[in-house]
Nanobody, 116 residues
Framework: VQLVESGGGLVQPGGSLRLSCAAS????????LSWYRQAPGKERELVAS????????NYADSVKGRFTISRDNAKNTVYLQMNSLKPEDTAVYYC??????????WGQGTQVTVSS
């Protein structure tokens, strides 16, 4: 299983970024995918998730209305569109797949920095 994130960077407050996560090594279309983030000195937190069956989504309260998670099963890729970014969104963002109990896989992470 391999998850490779891309798309992070430095952006000004109010700006946008789109993160991508390319997956391989498992049947992508049959699993839920998630984005997490971890800011310095804080625990890793769930940002958004998307189910495989119906594409339904869930978001942390702190990002609702600003972030959108989506998936392209043909490309084995999950995305996180981030709009109206705030300094408190600064973190390393991780893509994750939970294939079964006790088998959660992570990407290497991509840094997002929101600063003027």
């Amino acid at each position: 299983v391999q998850l490779v994130e891309s798309g992070g960077g430095l952006v000004q407050p109010g700006g946008s970024l789109r993160l991508s996560c390319a997956a391989s090594g498992f049947t992508f279309s049959t699993y839920a995918l998630s984005w997490y983030r971890q800011a310095p000195g804080k625990e890793r937190e769930l940002v958004a998730s998307i189910r495989s069956v119906d594409g339904s989504t869930n978001y942390a309260d702190s990002v609702k209305g600003r972030f959108t998670i989506s998936r392209d099963n043909a490309k084995n890729t999950v995305y996180l569109q981030m709009n109206s970014l705030k300094p408190e969104d600064t973190a390393v963002y991780y893509c994750s797949a939970l294939l079964r109990v006790g088998a959660q896989y992570w990407g290497q992470g991509t840094q997002v920095t929101v600063s003027s």
